[in-house]
């Protein structure tokens, strides 16, 4: 490990986290020098990852994260292959729908049809747990064992979000195998209470270890049993995209 690339990178992280950040806090809260901190702010700066506001110093992320974004998602093929299969599907169901992929140990948000009866607070770029999440699950049942054990040792102890929230690995592994029986896993209150939302993976999407569609909806409306098809059919629609 390269550790000032680290340090650059640490840095990064911590502006994504907080939107902006003086040299004070980065180096309190990172514990670096404030000189390792400026010289390294300087770099990003440099490079156009970091732009700096002029009255207070704070250091802040540039669009050039946002180009880079488009880029892969233009790379990948995400706006020709997906876009319309996720706008049928968010068509056919009247809800939200995500397509999500695996980024270290969370579900990440890399696309977004919503519904125009009720929005939601997930964002595009956004991250969410693994453990109590439809679209963590299904990702989670795409992937080998061993590698699923792995992922997981970094997770726990298991946050609960809800009363409905599974935090022992045992029954998260039990939503997993059953995920990999039916095709398609279902979350009901588990990340916030009055939302219920299905899951399934998507094979072989490109660029990444692993991705899964989702469908969500209020709790008083949604029946997520319903879509299980529909999610399925537009998972397999996706795979046979990509490899056409």
Do not use: W
């Amino acid at each position: 490990m390269i550790l000032s690339v680290k340090k650059a990178m640490d840095i990064l992280d911590y502006v994504v986290q907080k939107d902006k950040a003086s040299v004070k806090d980065l180096s309190s809260q990172l514990g670096m020098p404030k000189s390792t901190i400026c010289r390294l702010a300087q770099t990003l700066q440099a490079s156009g990852y970091l732009g700096q506001e002029l009255e207070t110093g704070d250091y802040y992320l540039t669009y050039k994260f946002f180009r880079i974004g488009y880029d892969m998602l233009e790379k990948f093929g995400i706006r020709d292959c997906v876009r319309p299969v996720i706008k049928k599907l968010a068509e056919d169901t009247q809800e939200t729908v995500n397509l999500t992929v695996l980024d270290e140990t969370k579900v990440l948000f890399v696309e977004k049809i919503e519904s125009e009866l009720i929005h939601t607070s997930i964002k595009v770029g956004s991250r969410a747990p693994l453990h109590c999440t439809a679209p963590g699950k299904a990702i989670l049942s795409s992937l080998p064992q061993e590698r699923v054990n792995s992922i997981l040792e970094k997770c726990v102890p298991f946050e609960a979000y809800t009363e409905n929230t599974i935090v022992t690995v045992e029954g998260l592994l039990k939503e997993v195998e059953l995920c990999r029986k039916e095709g398609y896993t279902i979350c009901k209150d588990e990340l916030a209470n009055g939302v219920y939302v299905i899951g399934a993976p998507i094979r072989g999407y490109p660029g990444r270890e692993a991705a899964a569609l989702s469908i969500s909806g209020p709790s008083n409306r949604f029946k997520p049993e319903s879509a299980a098809h529909l999610i399925i059919e537009a998972c397999e629609e996706i795979t046979r995209r990509f490899n056409a």
